[in-house]
């Protein structure tokens, strides 16, 4: 998906991705009767005109910062998951 969002500067959408996400790790959708699944989703932001002038490298750079932001949520939620309960 490309959410595009006019008039907002770097800081402003990082809050964006950050509630975004934050919403939907909290969230979870119900598959069937007793059965949920949450919905963690990786962002990636790219800005116009710093990161490119044209879409191509715009939605290059947004790839790339995506994969960035799923490899660190995914090793966020693997040692929250093997920390030790004291």
């Known amino acids: 998906f490309i959410i595009l969002v006019p ?3 770097l800081d402003r959408a990082e809050g ?11 969230f979870k959708f119900q598959v069937r009767p007793g059965s949920t699944v949450s919905l963690p989703v990786a962002i990636g932001i790219s800005m116009f005109p710093p990161d490119g002038s044209n879409l191509e490298s715009l939605i290059s750079i947004a790839e790339w910062r ?3 932001d799923a490899e660190l949520r995914l090793a966020v939620r693997s040692n929250i998951r093997n920390m030790p309960t004291s």
Do not use: I
């Open 7 to 9: 008039r907002v500067d």
């Open 16 to 26: 964006l991705k950050s509630r975004f996400q934050d919403e939907l790790d909290h």
């Open 66 to 68: 995506m994969r960035e």
